[in-house]
Antibody, heavy 127, light 114 residues
Framework: QVQLAQSGAEVKKPGASAKVSCKASGYTFTGYYMHWVRQAPGQGLEWMGWINPHRGGTNYAQKFQGRVTMTRDTSISTAYMELSSLRSDDTAVYFC????????????????????WGQGTTVTVSS | DIVMTQSPDSLAVSLGERATINCKSSQSVLYSSNNRNYLAWYQQKPGQPPKLLIYWASTRESGVPDRFSGSGSGTDFTLTISSLQAEDVAVYYCQQYYYTPALTFGGGTKVEIK
């Protein structure tokens, strides 16, 4: 079945970077955009950006521009999200989520609806 | 960015009764060219990732029970659970996907059993 398996929890010091992985299985990794969404403790959902796993193109929320980098390794069907210059308010659960729309020769942009989610990765920023 | 405002923040409903959650966007998410509302609903149970329930404001995702329905257009939307079941206890979020790439979610509505 379609699954997204994320890497384990991380504890980082302020100013460090965190890199979360998201391994896809059960579908063609390059056929769907991948989004990243975070959720601070007891808070709502915040969209961070997406990556096109086929071409590698990215689109980041303005809030994270300059601090976030989304990459992928198609050989192992894995997407990555790296957040740098971590602050205490970056403490959150980070989710990868597949875009609902399958890409083909006509469809090259995401629908921006997320139909499959990873289990989440907790990143704690603390001195 | 488009602000999505949900109400109420929480509600308690008896089993078998109707639950209604509202979502209001600060700008219209209706695209006139295709007459579609770019609005989705998600359910998040404690300790779990969100689950897609509805997109295009009223289209149920495959496998979602038909007691969940979405309605509304433009700036005002509603998620209705027609007969609340115990497994529906969760936080529900709306999300607009009209104004890209700045996708935004509502603050969430917590549904509990009365």
């Amino acid at each position: 079945q379609v699954q997204l398996a994320q890497s384990g929890a991380e504890v980082k010091k302020p100013g460090a970077s965190a890199k979360v992985s998201c391994k896809a299985s059960g579908y063609t990794f390059t056929g769907y955009y991948m989004h990243w969404v975070r959720q601070a403790p007891g808070q709502g959902l915040e969209w961070m950006g997406w990556i096109n796993p086929h071409r590698g193109g990215t689109n980041y929320a303005q809030k994270f521009q300059g601090r976030v980098t989304m990459t992928r390794d198609t050989s192992i069907s894995t997407a990555y999200m790296e957040l740098s210059s971590l602050r205490s308010d970056d403490t959150a659960v980070y989710f990868c989520a597949r875009d609902r729309l399958q890409l083909d020769w006509r469809i090259t942009t995401p629908q921006n609806v997320m139909d499959v989610w990873g289990q989440g990765t907790t990143v704690t920023v603390s001195s | 960015d488009i602000v999505m405002t949900q109400s109420p923040d929480s509600l308690a409903v008896s089993l078998g009764e109707r639950a209604t959650i509202n979502c209001k966007s600060s700008q219209s998410v209706l695209y006139s060219s295709n007459n579609r509302n770019y609005l989705a609903w998600y359910q998040q149970k404690p300790g779990q990732p969100p689950k897609l329930l509805i997109y295009w404001a009223s289209t149920r995702e495959s496998g979602v029970p038909d007691r969940f329905s979405g309605s509304g257009s433009g700036t005002d939307f509603t998620l209705t659970i027609s007969s609340l079941q115990a497994e529906d206890v969760a936080v529900y979020y709306c999300q607009q996907y009209y104004y890209t790439p700045a996708l935004t979610f509502g603050g969430g509505t917590k549904v509990e059993i009365k």
